[in-house]
């Protein structure tokens, strides 16, 4: 268990200490010189971008391989850009000079160059991001990582693209906890954000589940299930687990870290009855903050940790409130009319709650606009979906589903749009994207 977590925490640490250098001669980067897309009536029209084959020295063919196809497909999926056909470029040359007018005729409004070379142990990764209807390069990087991280050379080079651009360079580069069924046992697993480098974190024979992150990325809180037993566990950089709360028989779950990572919300019956209790990270000043008849369960805090969201069934049915941080001012946020709803999550802007809602017989994902009280369905009809979590910038969603036989992690941009499968293990749940 120990040497997974060094590898969890490995990956982390690589992915802080790739290094970015701008070219020399780069325009800055200033704010009359960003391209954030072209609004019109019928809204946001995507940027065009044509990405031609990295070029790479020699023995290099299958990290440039990859590092073109990782490029491509985070820029798609940010829904930002479209993607030029490159059947329509195939047999252009690419040099230092550009020919603007081909790149025109295809109507691009970008081109990016990449080229891949190797220096010992170091790969180094040369961007070039050009405008075509100004006809000049607007920023470019050479990027440099370990021979075995072509992919996190390209993450990073995605997201200098899409932060120059429209500021939204941060979900490249991030991760995603959930947990899966292995036999017996359930593990919590590491992997970018689209399904890949795999690391299992758990291995201890038991039932793992509803993994959190701390802010900081220094330690992960979750659940552990030994027969009646249900006790809340820290996993931290050195690979050691240590017990946060548990005592005896009763339920214990859903921790989730405070925005500033000092406390800890979770659920416990301890009084009898399954409450919203808080505790310091430390394992003081045990608080009992939600007071009902039913069953409350599922929290999570908001953006600026003064409130907590979490699911209750107090009126009859699951319904989603929101309270302060001590328990008072007590509010339901769901509408009257909804059916079974369950499983919060405050976006990071502190703006809207995503949700489980039922929706003619389902589970599906759910968001409600907490100014104006509106609810949009983002999932409909494609069997069980649960678990929602917004990425950091609040432009993504993760959640888990079974629209394709087993529950497996989804991902999907926040407006319900381009729903992409991350995982390969049987029976997976509680995504947490960081």
Known sequence: MKKAAFMFFTLLAVMSFAINSSFAGDPPGSKEQQITGVIKESGFTQARIAIPATKFDSALSAESGEVHSTLTDDLDFSGFFRMIDP????????????????????????????????SERVLTLEGRLYDVKRKEMVTGKRIRAAANQPRLLAHNLSSVVLDYLFGAGRFPTSQVLFAAQLGETQDIFLCDYDGKNLVRLTAMGILNVTPDISPKGDKIVFTSILKDRQELFFLDRAGKRTKLYGEGEGLNSSPRFSPDGS??????????NPDIWTVNANGTNLTRVSFSYGIDTAPCWSPDGTKIAFTS????????????????????????DSKRCDQPHWSPRGDKIVYTTMVDGKFNIASIDLSTGEVTHLTRGEGDNES??????????????NRLGTFQIFIMRADGSGVRRISNQPDCSSPCWF
Do not use: H
Request: aromatic share 12%; net charge negative; charged share 25%.
């Open 87 to 118: 059947s329509l470029y195939e047999g252009i040359q690419i040099s230092d000079k550009i020919d603007y007018d081909a790149w025109t005729g295809m109507d691009a409004d970008y081109l990016l160059v990449t080229r891949l070379t190797k």
């Open 388 to 401: 929602a979590t917004w990425s950091p910038d609040g432009r993504y969603i993760t959640f888990s589903s």
């Open 263 to 272: 406390t800890i919300a979770f659920c416990s019956s301890k009084s009898g």
């Open 313 to 336: 069934d107090r009126s009859g049915s699951p319904q989603i409130y929101v309270m302060d941080r001590d328990g008072t001012n007590v509010k339901r946020i769901t509408p009257q």
